[in-house]
């Protein structure tokens, strides 16, 4: 009696568990790369919203565990450099990484991990070791995966769940409700936080990730943002600068494009030449005034 | 920064790192450079935003001192600097073909006056 009350009780704790784990209610964790890739699908989106899609196609958030190649790198140096050089991580050898391991750097690269098995992960390392090998077939393998149109209009755009609710399957989150000519996602919610900074924040960083068994911390530009910015009294939301004023839309991007940087820093320098006198020395000088304004919402550069 | 004479000759360099500088492992007084091992920072030396960060420098014109029976003469070697100023990008450290970028160059022409007491 007493062994059939714990297993009833280890059913009821692990059961829930192991059925909400996933993203949505129901929902199977994908078991390979094609899978996870399959269960975020955006390709339909390009069908009535193309300009759109091709512009997330030219943003990092398009190959978001590739990166330039240094993300995956990156990825890799976590398991060489951090995780088997830890004595309670339990990775010895690149076969011993699981998602949790991995959610170090996907947390933000790849959110939807979350989402999948132990076997994802494998093949995510794999990839990660023969593109670092030269294997050109790999890139394209991690290119599966990104944040695209289903992490930020379904998976991550409701925070507050409680309040909101969770996101629900088929439903596409955006800035109004009604129906959504697309079988697979046939219904439009409104997001509350759609056009708000916290939005990007998820991701973009306030520092240790608290979450995690063994923090990471990789960018922290929401900190900056919420404590440098914000609290000095600014207004302006991630959106509008990095969407709606600089016209790249989804093609998010920062410093690379000279728009931006254009517009995120002002340079001012003043010089001339004078000499200088101490007795009968003089010291014959240039006098330098370098002003570099941030004109952003966050430190720069991010770190 | 780079000062050079009008010969070509760079007689002042200088350069200045302005980046947050990340915590290892949230302890101590060691910096942490991969995102798997940095929690905490140490120090924020990035540019912060709504603000202006001056920097000033003084850059001597070459010269030597010479002796002119018993005075010691200070003889100006060049009245001309061209001074570049620039704003690099170095998302990973370092210049690097695939990452690094100028984000700002300036570049100032200054002279002394060779006459004058």
Same mark, same amino acid.
């Given at each position: 009696?007493r062994?059939?009350?714990?297993?009833?009780?280890?059913?009821?704790?692990?059961? &829930?568990?192991?059925v909400?784990?996933?993203h949505?209610?129901?929902?199977?964790k994908?078991?390979t790369?094609?899978?996870?890739?399959?269960?975020?699908?955006?390709?339909?989106?390009?069908?009535?919203?193309? /300009?759109?899609?091709q512009?997330?196609?030219?943003?990092?958030?398009?190959?978001?565990?590739?990166?330039?190649?240094?993300?995956?790198?990156?990825?890799?140096t976590t398991?060489?450099?951090?995780?088997?050089?830890w004595?309670?991580?339990g990775v010895k050898? &690149?076969?011993?990484? /699981?998602?949790?391991?991995?959610?170090?750097?996907a947390k933000?690269?790849l959110?939807?991990?979350?989402?999948a098995?132990?076997?994802?992960?494998?093949?995510?390392?794999?990839a990660?070791?023969?593109?670092?090998a030269?294997?050109?077939k790999?890139?394209?393998?991690?290119?599966?995966?990104?944040i695209?149109?289903?992490?930020?209009h379904?998976?991550?755009?409701?925070?507050?769940?409680w309040?909101?609710?969770?996101?629900e399957?088929?439903v596409?989150?955006?800035?109004?409700?009604?129906?959504?000519?697309?079988?697979a996602?046939?219904?439009?919610?409104?997001?509350?936080?759609?056009?708000?900074?916290?939005?990007?924040?998820?991701c973009h960083?306030?520092? &240790?990730?608290f979450?995690?068994e063994n923090p990471?911390?990789?960018?922290t530009?929401y900190g900056?943002?919420?404590?440098?910015?914000?609290?000095?009294?600014?207004t302006?939301?991630?959106?509008d600068?990095?969407m709606?004023k600089s016209?790249l839309g989804?093609?998010?991007?920062?410093?690379?494009? &000279?728009g931006?940087g254009?517009?995120?820093?002002?340079?001012?320098?003043?010089?001339?030449?004078?000499?200088?006198?101490?007795?009968?020395?003089?010291v014959p000088?240039?006098?330098?005034k370098?002003?570099m304004?941030n004109?952003?919402?966050?430190?720069?550069?991010?770190? | 920064?780079?000062?050079?004479t009008?010969?070509?000759?760079e007689?002042?360099?200088?350069?200045k @790192?302005?980046?947050?500088?990340?915590?290892?492992?949230?302890?101590?007084?060691?910096?942490?450079?991969?995102p798997?091992e940095?929690?905490?920072?140490i120090? *924020?030396?990035?540019?912060?935003?709504?603000?202006?960060?001056?920097?000033?420098?003084? @850059? $001597?014109?070459?010269? *030597?001192?010479?002796k002119?029976?018993?005075?010691?003469?200070?003889?100006i070697?060049?009245?001309?600097?061209?001074?570049? @100023?620039?704003?690099?990008?170095?998302?990973f450290?370092?210049?690097?073909e695939? $990452?690094?970028?100028?984000?700002?160059k300036?570049t100032k022409?200054?002279?002394i006056?060779?006459?004058?007491?």
């Amino acid at each position: 009696m007493r062994l059939l009350r714990f297993i009833s009780v280890l059913l009821f704790i692990v059961l &829930p568990m192991t059925v909400f784990a996933a993203h949505h209610e129901g929902m199977k964790k994908a078991k390979t790369i094609d899978e996870l890739a399959a269960m975020y699908d955006s390709s339909s989106c390009k069908t009535c919203h193309e /300009k759109i899609y091709q512009d997330w196609e030219k943003s990092t958030h398009s190959r978001s565990i590739f990166g330039t190649g240094r993300t995956a790198a990156t990825i890799k140096t976590t398991i060489e450099v951090g995780l088997k050089g830890w004595d309670y991580s339990g990775v010895k050898k &690149p076969e011993d990484v /699981k998602v949790k391991h991995l959610m170090i750097c996907a947390k933000c690269h790849l959110p939807q991990l979350q989402d999948a098995e132990d076997s994802v992960a494998q093949e995510i390392v794999k990839a990660v070791y023969a593109y670092s090998a030269g294997d050109e077939k790999a890139e394209s393998t991690l290119k599966k995966l990104s944040i695209n149109c289903m992490v930020c209009h379904n998976r991550n755009a409701i925070i507050h769940k409680w309040v909101d609710g969770f996101p629900e399957k088929g439903v596409v989150y955006g800035s109004k409700d009604g129906v959504h000519a697309d079988t697979a996602n046939p219904k439009m919610k409104k997001s509350p936080i759609m056009g708000e900074s916290i939005l990007c924040g998820q991701c973009h960083g306030l520092g &240790p990730n608290f979450e995690l068994e063994n923090p990471s911390q990789c960018g922290t530009l929401y900190g900056s943002y919420l404590w440098a910015y914000q609290a000095e009294g600014g207004t302006e939301k991630c959106q509008d600068c990095h969407m709606r004023k600089s016209g790249l839309g989804h093609n998010m991007q920062s410093y690379r494009d &000279p728009g931006m940087g254009k517009a995120a820093v002002k340079f001012d320098v003043e010089a001339y030449g004078h000499y200088w006198r101490d007795g009968a020395k003089i010291v014959p000088q240039a006098f330098v005034k370098v002003e570099m304004t941030n004109k952003t919402g966050h430190t720069i550069p991010d770190g | 920064m780079t000062a050079k004479t009008p010969d070509g000759k760079e007689v002042f360099k200088k350069s200045k @790192i302005y980046m947050p500088v990340p915590q290892q492992l949230g302890r101590g007084d060691r910096m942490g450079r991969g995102p798997y091992e940095k929690s905490g920072m140490i120090r *924020e030396s990035g540019l912060p935003p709504h603000k202006t960060v001056t920097e000033k420098f003084e @850059i $001597n014109f070459p010269f *030597e001192d010479v002796k002119e029976g018993d005075k010691s003469v200070r003889k100006i070697l060049a009245h001309d600097m061209t001074i570049d @100023i620039e704003l690099w990008y170095l998302p990973f450290g370092v210049k690097d073909e695939e $990452n690094s970028f100028l984000w700002q160059k300036v570049t100032k022409s200054v002279s002394i006056s060779k006459t004058g007491k």
